[in-house]
């Protein structure tokens, strides 16, 4: 079974960085968009980017100009580049891949904890 595994949260001051990364624990194909979403306590989970695999990409409103999320086809990893973090950005943070077979399916990894506090 193969599963994202998401590295790169932690602990960082207001106005910090951090990269997170993602990427599958075996083989996997036909990935079509990739995306990152978060859930902080208490909240529904949402979006924070998307990319396809055209490299078009999708913000929340609330990290535009801020985030910017990447890929590599070649190595099928995924890449969020946060700047400028804020208290409320805090969340759990989980990467999904799109499988464009038929059916279609949806890999997500286990989620990597973001805090931003001083």
């Known amino acids: 079974q193969v599963q994202l595994v998401e590295s790169g949260g932690g602990l960082v001051q207001p106005g910090g960085s951090l990269r997170l990364s993602c990427a599958p624990s075996g083989s996997i194909f036909s990935i079509s968009a990739m995306g990152w979403y978060r859930q902080a306590p208490g909240k529904e989970r949402e979006l924070v980017a998307a990319?396809?695999?055209?490299?078009?990409?999708n913000y929340a409103d609330s990290v535009k100009g801020r985030v910017t999320i990447s890929r590599d086809n070649a190595k099928n990893t995924v890449y969020l580049q946060m700047n400028s973090l804020k208290p409320e950005d805090t969340a759990v943070y989980y990467c999904n891949f799109h499988q464009s077979t038929w059916p279609p399916r949806d890999y997500w990894g286990q989620g990597t904890q973001v805090t931003v506090s001083s």
């Open positions: 990319i396809t695999s055209g490299r078009r990409t």
